[in-house]
T-cell receptor, first 112, second 113 residues
Framework: ELKVEQNPLFLSMQEGKNYTIYCNYSTTSDRLYWYRQDPGKSLESLFVLLSNGAVKQEGRLMASLDTKARLSTLHITAAVHDLSATYFCAVDAGTSYGKLTFGQGTILTVHP | GAVVSQHPSRVICKSGTSVKIECRSLDFQATTMFWYRQFPKQSLMLMATSNEGSKATYEQGVEKDKFLINHASLTLSTLTVTSAHPEDSSFYIC?????????FGPGTRLTVL
C-alpha cells in the first residue's frame, strides 16, 4: 500500500523567512504533484513533477523530486501572508494517470 | 486549462435521504474520473474510479452499494450517496486527467442532518 507522508504538518512562519516542506513516499513513482488548498475550497495545482531531478519554480515556491530517495520538497522563499494555506503533495503510482494518494497536508501560517 | 465542474456546490439533506452529485468535464472528454472525499481538517482520500461505460472501481473500505457511481457519458460522472447519514457529511471532490495533468472540480460540501 502506497504511503505518502508530509512534514511538518503545521508550519508557522514569519514573513520574509524561508522554509521547506518534505514529502516522502513509499513506492516507486515518478509522478508527484503539489497542491494548495484554501479553507472551504478545492485544490489548486502548483507543480507537476514527472522525472527524477525535476525542479520547478513559480514565484516564491520551488518544488523538486528525487525519485531514488522517494522524496519531494516544496521550498518557500521569503514567505508572505498570501501563502498561508494548506499544501498537499500527492503521488500517482498507478499504471495509468489520475489515481492519486495524498499526503496528510501541511498547514502553513505566515504571520508578520 | 481544462475545467471540471461539480453540482451542487453545497447540499444539506436529512438523514436517510439520497443525494446525487454531478461531475462534468466541460471542455474535454474523460473516460475516467475520480471521486475523493475530504473530512474536516483531513486529507483527500480516493473513494472510487469512475469508468465511462463500465462499473466503477471502489477503494477498500468504500461501500459500493452506498456510494453509487454512474459514468454514462464521456463528460459526466455522478456520485449518489444513498441513505445518507451524518457520518457521510464531507467535502466530495471529483477529478479528471488529461495525461499527467489532473483537473479537480470545485467540490461539493454535503451536510447530513
Amino acid at each position: 500500500e502506497l504511503k505518502v507522508e508530509q512534514n511538518p504538518l503545521f508550519l508557522s512562519m514569519q514573513e520574509g523567512k524561508n522554509y521547506t516542506i518534505y514529502c516522502n513516499y513509499s513506492t516507486t513513482s515518478d509522478r508527484l504533484y503539489w497542491y494548495r488548498q484554501d479553507p472551504g475550497k478545492s485544490l489548486e495545482s502548483l507543480f507537476v513533477l514527472l522525472s527524477n531531478g525535476a525542479v520547478k519554480q513559480e514565484g516564491r515556491l520551488m518544488a523538486s523530486l528525487d525519485t531514488k530517495a522517494r522524496l519531494s520538497t516544496l521550498h518557500i522563499t521569503a514567505a508572505v501572508h498570501d501563502l498561508s494555506a494548506t499544501y498537499f503533495c500527492a503521488v500517482d503510482a498507478g499504471t495509468s494517470y489520475g489515481k492519486l494518494t495524498f499526503g496528510q497536508g501541511t498547514i502553513l501560517t505566515v504571520h508578520p | 486549462g481544462a475545467v471540471v465542474s461539480q453540482h451542487p456546490s453545497r447540499v444539506i439533506c436529512k438523514s436517510g435521504t439520497s443525494v446525487k452529485i454531478e461531475c462534468r468535464s466541460l471542455d474535454f472528454q474523460a473516460t475516467t474520473m475520480f471521486w475523493y472525499r475530504q473530512f474536516p481538517k483531513q486529507s483527500l482520500m480516493l473513494m472510487a474510479t469512475s469508468n465511462e461505460g463500465s462499473k466503477a472501481t471502489y477503494e477498500q473500505g468504500v461501500e459500493k452499494d452506498k456510494f453509487l457511481i454512474n459514468h454514462a457519458s464521456l463528460t459526466l460522472s455522478t456520485l449518489t450517496v444513498t441513505s445518507a447519514h451524518p457520518e457521510d457529511s464531507s467535502f466530495y471532490i471529483c477529478s479528471a486527467s488529461i495525461r499527467e495533468e489532473q483537473f479537480f472540480g470545485p467540490g461539493t460540501r454535503l451536510t447530513v442532518l
